[in-house]
């Protein structure tokens, strides 16, 4: 199983940004889905997940700006960024809660995309 994140890039403040995740692979069922990110110095922290029911989470300071969505028949997880602050910067990881073919679940990442939000 793996986890393709595309979509980053440098934009200005108060542009928007769609991030994509894919997972291709032996996959039974893809359970939660979320997107975390890494400003420079600081932890991995999140900032949106879907579970499997479509059921939304975000982070406070995302809240409002930012949209998480699933696409199951493309086992894909989009993240709609708007309004966009120099305080977003960071890469941005995709995690899937999935259940592979051989019964075994576990947590994949994506290898991060950077955005860069210019002011």
């Known amino acids: 199983v793996q986890l393709q994140a595309s979509g980053g890039g440098l934009v200005q403040a108060g542009e928007s940004l769609r991030l994509s995740c894919a997972a291709s692979g032996s996959i039974l069922r893809i359970n939660s889905m979320g997107w975390y990110r890494q400003a420079p110095g600081k932890q991995r922290a999140l900032a949106a997940v879907?579970?499997?029911?479509?059921?939304?989470d975000y982070a406070d300071s995302v809240k409002g700006r930012f949209t998480i969505s699933r696409d199951n028949a493309k086992n894909t997880v989009y993240l709609q960024m708007n309004s966009l602050k120099p305080e977003d910067t960071a890469v941005y990881y995709c995690?899937?809660?999935?259940?592979?073919?051989?019964?075994?679940?576990?947590?994949?990442w994506g290898q991060g995309t950077l955005v860069t939000v210019s002011s």
């Open positions: 995690k899937a809660d999935i259940s592979s073919s051989n019964l075994v679940r576990r947590d994949y």
């Open positions: 879907i579970t499997s029911y479509s059921n939304t």
